[in-house]
């Protein structure tokens, strides 16, 4: 997302930083690995994201620019997805960390690469007013790349030919002063299409930038430049809906020592209830020729907290977590599925 340029300036662009990249075997069988590289930043559904705020508004503005964060996180949740998302005090209980720093311009890491960062540090940066327009489009944009949604701009089928050498030479002026490295990372490189969901590009998209005219060659359409986004499209809505469905209010109970089929698609997630008759040690896993991500969660007064979690992705092994369970305490485990790569079913088990 990008700053006004109300006097005709170049704009000032999100600098995403570089995605993490997970190293998989050479020899993974292609499904196995674009299904991985298509869920991996995604949250499990159902996770509350709690953020915090290093600073009340640095050098940008006051508790004005910490509202419009609140407002742009809610704004996705009004969508009905199954995200929460809770503000807290201590950056120690948090995933998101958030600083205002017109110097730094604005960024956030995307989905899951949050949790690889200290929490002494901020993942997601302001650097600029949120109170404008462009402001609050930028706010809902930072906040879509915490949820797991990268640039829409460097999505494959979008087609974009750049005029590299004016890309180039417009961002490495002011005021974003980028080097290439940065214009290339976030503008020009092209994602894999096993990364993306669907096959269409969404120029409305809040993820997508604006362009000024002289930076596309082709499409045609788009020589002129790329208007900005200022609110959610349908397709934005639409996609987050996928990934973060609205949760049941009951999943299904699971029963010691009795295994349940998961039914799945890549990307889908399967959610049950755990109530243990003892209190001890138990162990949960999945079986069968998958790559899952598995989660568990205890219900307690202040909602699901975090226990343990596992991704076998890429491994040929299945998950499995160990916790000590509480009788008569609920849980809730949670499995989402890269992918079925091998013949036979699976299922889920605790024991």
Excluded at 124 to 135: A, I, N, R, V
Excluded at 283 to 303: K, M, P, R, W, Y
Aim: charged share 20%; hydrophobic share 35%; aromatic share 10%.
């Amino acid at each position: 997302m990008n700053a006004s340029a109300e006097n005709g300036a170049m704009p000032r662009y999100c600098t995403q930083p570089p995605q993490t990249q997970p190293v998989l075997r050479p020899d993974l069988n292609p499904n196995r690995s674009r299904a991985i590289l298509l869920v991996r930043a995604k949250w499990i559904n159902g996770t509350v994201l709690h953020f915090a705020f290093l600073d009340r508004g640095g050098d940008i503005g006051g508790s004005e620019q910490l509202d419009e964060v609140r407002h742009a996180f809610q704004a996705w949740k009004a969508l009905g997805i199954g995200l929460e998302f809770q503000e807290v005090a201590d950056p120690g209980d948090s995933e998101i960390r958030i600083v205002f720093q017109e110097n730094e311009g604005s960024a956030s890491y995307v989905g899951r690469d949050n949790l690889g960062i200290s929490t002494t540090q901020p993942t997601m940066t302001f650097g600029w007013d949120l109170t404008t327009p462009y402001g609050k489009a930028t706010a809902l944009h930072e906040t879509g790349h915490a949820i797991g949604f990268a640039h829409e701009h460097q999505n494959p089928f979008a087609g974009i030919v750049w005029n590299e050498e004016r890309v180039y030479a417009d961002l490495g002026a002011p005021p974003n002063n980028w080097p290439h490295e940065v214009t290339f990372n976030n503008i020009l490189r092209k994602l894999s299409q096993n990364e993306v969901t669907g096959s269409t590009w969404d120029p409305d998209s809040i993820m997508e930038y604006s362009f000024g005219p002289g930076l596309i060659v082709r499409p045609e359409q788009y020589r002129g430049g790329i208007p900005a986004s200022l609110s959610l499209s349908a397709t934005d809505k639409e996609r987050v809906l996928q990934w973060y469905p609205p949760l049941h209010a009951q999943p299904p109970r699971l029963q010691a020592f009795q295994s349940t089929p998961l039914q799945l698609a890549t990307g889908q997630q399967a959610d049950f209830e755990i109530v243990p008759t003892e209190t001890r040690s138990y162990q949960i896993g999945t079986f069968g020729n998958s790559d899952v991500v598995l989660a568990l969660f205890e219900d307690t007064d202040g909602g699901l907290q975090y226990v343990a979690a596992d991704d076998d992705s890429g491994q040929d092994r299945n998950g499995r977590l160990e916790a000590k369970l509480v009788k008569d305490h609920r849980y809730v485990a949670r499995a989402r599925l890269y992918s079925a790569w091998g013949s036979g079913s699976i299922a889920v088990m605790y024991w």
